[in-house]
């Protein structure tokens, strides 16, 4: 059992946030689907969603008997797990929207590459905390690359572009706290942008449609360009305090598609309007400013870098997210986080957060 020291010791404005995000959802949600549920029953998704989301909190409480710092001997042996079911994907996935991300395990379809994100989190950070300090060679700095740089080519291969960005993120945020030589840093990136224009050449057509569209999206207005077009619609319409609740548009017409997982800000956009979607962004912000004060409280080393890696990829989530819907970042088809539907990504985001949890309540040594 948990002793009261510890419990005292929770971050209890991580936790009201994130339910204060939870409930928002669950709202939008609704909103969102009640006209085009898939069942007779107006706000299945809702109800799906509420149930893992409890489900996730049962989760997380059990994850917070256990001290964050025994996830570090298991750095190798998930990592191996993570190159297996990612594998598995290319075997026994099935296909959906031109690409095949998915397991279906009963009635449930589980998207590995989500899980992925914060396994590499983990095995990363294991592998991180003995380097610490000595990231001052390409000797030291290559294997590192080549870790991440297997996952990330298997995602890559699914086609999930968003999700290898992700990886991305994660590495470069672990490296510069790590204490990475800003020099190979700034080399290491400098290549990455010139080796730009070849990785185009490896992008699929709808990829690079996408691209295209970010910069011209009338270049295909009834194709690729047709979500950003109608996103934008969507958030310009909704003014200073929005249409209100299950009165969009955009949303309520089906002009905008994937109005609860993908673009479900813009549905934020049109119905609570700019007011609404500011309370939002306040609301990630101060989850992810709890997020950094956790990583400079953390007890060691390991825990600082866990909690950077989860936040770099919830940040680079929020921004690539909320700039596509606005047409200012292509689209990529990366979730909101514990906003857009989906059972793979709510837990995943849940799970690290109680991570974080984990880490700051930790952050002393306390007597059991």
Do not use: C
Not at 174 to 187: E, W
Not at 200 to 225: A, C
Not at 233 to 252: P, R, V
Request: hydrophobic share 55%.
């Amino acid at each position: 059992m948990l002793s009261r020291r510890l419990l005292r010791n929770l971050d209890f404005m991580v936790i009201i946030v994130t339910a204060i995000i939870i409930l928002i959802s669950l709202l939008i949600i609704g909103s969102a689907t009640h006209i085009n549920s898939p069942s007779e029953d107006r706000y299945w998704y809702v109800q799906r969603q509420g149930i893992f989301a409890l489900v996730n909190v049962v989760i997380v409480f059990i994850m917070l008997h256990f001290d964050y710092k025994s996830l570090e001997r298991f750095g190798p042996l998930l990592y191996g797990l993570n190159l297996i079911i990612l594998l598995a994907v290319m075997f026994v996935g099935q296909s959906a929207l031109g690409a095949q991300r998915w397991i279906q395990i009963g009635p449930i379809s589980i998207q590995p590459s989500e899980f992925s994100k914060l396994i590499l989190i983990i095995s990363l950070a294991s592998l991180l905390d003995k380097k610490t300090g000595k990231l001052n060679s390409f000797k030291e700095i290559l294997p590192v690359f080549f870790y991440v740089g297997v996952p990330f080519l298997l995602v890559l291969k699914q086609p999930d572009l968003g999700t290898s960005l992700v990886f991305l993120a994660i590495l470069f945020g672990m490296l510069f706290v790590a204490g990475i030589s800003t020099k190979y840093l700034f080399m290491i990136f400098s290549a990455g942008v010139a080796i730009l224009p070849i990785f185009w050449h490896f992008l699929k057509d709808y990829q690079k449609m996408r691209l295209t569209v970010f910069i011209d999206p009338n270049v295909d207005p009834l194709g690729s360009g047709y979500h950003i077009i109608q996103s934008k619609i969507a958030i310009g319409s909704g003014m200073l305090f929005g249409k209100g609740l299950f009165e969009g548009t955009q949303s309520q017409l089906n002009f905008l598609p994937e109005n609860h997982t993908d673009f479900i800000f813009a549905v934020i956009g049109e119905e609570l309007g700019f007011v609404g979607a500011v309370i939002v962004l306040l609301l990630y912000f101060i989850l992810l400013y709890r997020g950094i004060k956790i990583a400079g409280m953390a007890k060691d080393n390991f825990g600082t870098l866990l909690a950077t890696g989860i936040v770099a990829m919830l940040t680079f989530h929020i921004l690539v997210n909320v700039g596509m819907t606005a047409g200012i970042m292509p689209v990529t088809g990366i979730p909101l986080p514990l906003m857009s539907y989906g059972v793979s990504a709510l837990t995943t985001n849940m799970i690290s957060l109680g991570i974080l949890l984990n880490i700051y309540m930790r952050r002393q040594k306390i007597l059991f």
